[in-house]
């Protein structure tokens, strides 16, 4: 059990904001075969611009976008054009290779929610894209002190009972957790997972260890029930777990892949299919966005590594 804090991350473009990122981190890759948690606002649109990421793409992995408040409008080179509002999953799973933007609405005031990524694993990884737009299951829980209801919107897996129904590659959960204040939750897990609890609100106490506002706490395997508790104030957290996922995979920019070379191979697609326009029907397809998509990175100098995501 560990308590991680977050580092702060310009999410690049124009008017960008800043968001508060968990993972990877320097103790780990991955929970379960979750790779990325991106947690960001609440920030005024008015003050902060909102969120505003032109075409890119993505590679090897499964996008998850969350929302507390505001709304977020997607559109990828699948063809999908969807409103993300809080309490609704949206899933785009870029398996070979996709690319999307994503924009605050003119109506929007808020800003805030969560950007997760899910690794797949090597045999679904060059799967065919595609994007799920979900409303998730919920449950309301009694709080063992009598002090309320908790809430917890299951929208990846199964938990408590009730299963989301986005598609997944491998044994994984995500929920959103709003607990009153003064008040404790007994919950059952599935002990082959892993698990972390990102505290969005309030100070959550999980099994003795306490998270406050972006930190992520992390839970090994074992674990039948995990005991929550808030403080003063209401807690509102993201709960992800899942199986430790062991593949070494190298992460650069937006893609995940395997091997140096691959990153190399999919960042020249996307410079010269998409960000100089050659072929608009390669690999990652044609956004329909008013704007240029944006440029990738150099490369570093040196050669990436996979990291090993689990230790022995
Ligand atoms: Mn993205």
Redesign the pocket.
């Known amino acids: 059990m560990s308590v991680v804090r977050p580092r702060e991350v310009p999410l690049g473009g124009l008017r960008a904001i800043t968001v508060r990122r968990t993972l990877p981190n320097r103790e780990r890759t991955t929970i379960g075969a979750w790779c990325f948690i991106d947690h960001f606002g609440p920030h005024r649109v008015a003050d902060a611009g909102g969120m505003s ?1 032109a075409p ?1 793409p ?1 590679t090897g992995l499964q ?1 998850v976008s969350w929302l507390f408040s505001g709304e977020i409008e997607h559109r990828d080179s699948v063809g999908s054009r969807q409103l993300v509002s809080p309490g609704q999953l949206n899933l785009m799973t870029a398996g070979r290779g996709i690319a ?1 933007s ?1 924009e605050s609405t003119v109506d929007s005031v808020w800003v805030h929610g969560v ?1 997760l990524w899910v690794a797949l694993p090597e045999e679904y990884r060059h799967v065919g894209p595609f994007f799920e737009h979900v409303v998730p299951p919920r449950v309301v829980l009694p709080t063992m002190n009598d002090a309320g209801e908790a809430l917890v919107t299951v929208f990846v897996g199964s938990l408590l009972g009730v299963e989301s129904p986005a598609k997944t590659f491998s044994p994984l959960v995500g929920a959103e957790l709003v607990i009153p204040a003064q008040s404790s939750v007994e919950m059952p897990v599935n002990p082959d997972f892993e698990h972390g609890f990102l505290v969005d609100q309030g100070t959550l106490r999980v099994n003795g260890e306490f998270g406050e506002h972006a930190d992520l706490i992390y839970l090994d395997r074992g674990l039948t029930h995990l005991e929550l508790s808030s403080g003063s104030q209401p807690v509102r957290a993201i709960l992800l777990g899942g199986t430790p996922f062991t593949e070494p995979i190298v992460m650069w920019w ?1 893609f995940i892949a395997r091997t140096h070379d691959e990153i190399v191979a999919l960042r020249d697609e996307w410079q010269r299919d998409v960000v100089e326009g050659l072929d608009a029907g390669g690999r990652y397809g044609h956004v329909n966005f008013d704007g240029l998509p944006i440029p990738a990175p150099e490369m570093p100098s040196v050669r990436l590594r996979a990291r090993a995501t689990t230790r022995a």
């Open positions: 990421v890119h993505h996008t999307h994503e950007q937006n």
